[in-house]
Every structure is written in C-alpha cells, then in structure tokens.
C-alpha cells in the first residue's frame, strides 16, 4: 500500500496511529505529497501520482495493493481495519455505530477548525481577519467541551478510531496552540490523553514540520 503523507497533518497521523495499532503499519510505503526539494520553500506544487490519487488535492491519501485509490481518514482507517479477520477500531453497530460518527466528526472539525486558524494566522497582518481567528477559536473550543463528556466511554472500551481521533486533536492542540490552555475546564480529557499519550502508536508518530526517517518515511 501507498500512503501520500505529509509530516505535520493530523490526518495523516490519524491514519499511522491506526496501522500501527491494527500492526500494519510495514505494508504501508510512505511517500511525500510535495516534491522533495520543496520541503524548505514551502511551495505547494503537488506530486502528479498524489493528485492522480486524489484530485480533491487533500491529504492524505492511500493507493491499496488492488490499486483502488481512497481518500479522506476516516475511510482509509476503516479500510485498514477491514484487513483484519474482525474489525478492531470499528466494530460497532447499532446506536454505538453512529455516536462513533458523530464523535469523529466533532473531532475532525476540531481539526478543521485548528487547520484553518493557523492559515489565517499565517497570512500577511493587512489581510488577516481577527474575527475568523476568533471563531475558529471558538469552534475549537466547543468540539473539545463535547469531547470532554465522551472520555466515560473511551474509559470503559478498548482503542478505538473514536478515541485516536481524540487523541490526536488533542496532541494538534499541543503542538500548534500549548498556551491556548485546553486541559483548562476538561480535567477528564486531560487525564484521559496523558496516559493515551504515551502509546507507542503514538509517540513514534509525533508531528513535525520536517519528514520522518525511518524505514518507511519518503526518501
């Protein structure tokens, strides 16, 4: 399987936290959405193979060993987890299946919402709206409040997708905007990713703003 990756994107990372906890994660190649020497210029020129992959042009996106191209995480790590006998990060049904939708959406807009702060904050001060910042702020802000209740049920169920995504929303927090303070208020989800934390899936997938070396990681 290719995996088109980049090093900072949370989507990405949620689609490595899961192969590596479903453990196949060494049938994945990694490859680079941007061409290599572009790393420092920060040019947005894609890959052809990933646009021919995914012409919507978003990260990430994985090209199976059937040669069948899929995008959006969620779907990847649904397929991932379909390569097991039973399904280990999916197996709900019934009214448990659809509050796993709906936590992934609220933790994917989370996502969203941080993604989307930071692009705003990137561009020039004359042109950089304060009050889009602001809501994305607040969205950011409200997704977490929801997840906060749902730490019960991550408590009581083995990995799930449900909880990676939690996970890794709060370790974007982390990396992009520490002094926003989100532990403040949601003691439960702030004990709760402390321990999570530390799995290995996820500390051998820790954003960065350079590529990864290893045996997998873009030459």
């Not at 090209?63 to 779907?75: F, P, R």
């Not at 609220?106 to 809501?135: C, N, Q, V, Y």
Request: with cysteine; proline share 9%; hydrophobic share 40%.
């Amino acid at each position: 399987m290719k995996l088109f990756w980049t090093p900072a994107s949370p989507f990405v990372r949620k689609v490595m936290v899961s192969a590596i906890e479903i453990g196949v994660v060494d049938r994945i190649e990694i490859h680079p959405t941007y061409w290599p020497h572009e790393w420092a210029t920060h040019t947005v020129d894609f890959d052809p193979a990933f646009v021919a992959a995914n012409p919507v042009g978003r990260i990430p996106a994985l090209i199976t060993d059937d040669g069948v191209a899929l995008a959006e995480s969620n779907w990847i790590c649904t397929y991932l987890d379909s390569l097991l006998d039973r399904p280990r990060l999916f197996p709900f049904t019934g009214k448990a299946h659809w509050e796993m939708l709906r936590l992934l959406a609220i933790a994917d807009g989370a996502l969203e919402a941080m993604i989307l702060r930071r692009a705003e904050t990137l561009r020039h001060p004359p042109e950089r709206s304060g009050d889009f910042i602001g809501k994305q702020r607040d969205r950011i802000a409200r997704c977490f409040d929801q997840i906060e209740h749902a730490v019960p049920a991550f408590e009581t169920s083995p990995v799930n997708l449900m909880q990676i995504a939690a996970g890794i929303a709060c370790s974007y927090m982390d990396f992009r905007y520490a002094d926003d303070g989100w532990r403040n208020d949601r003691p439960q989800l702030a004990r709760w990713y402390e321990s999570f934390a530390q799995r290995p899936s996820m500390t051998t997938t820790a954003p960065g703003e350079t590529p990864q070396r290893g045996p997998n990681a873009p030459r």
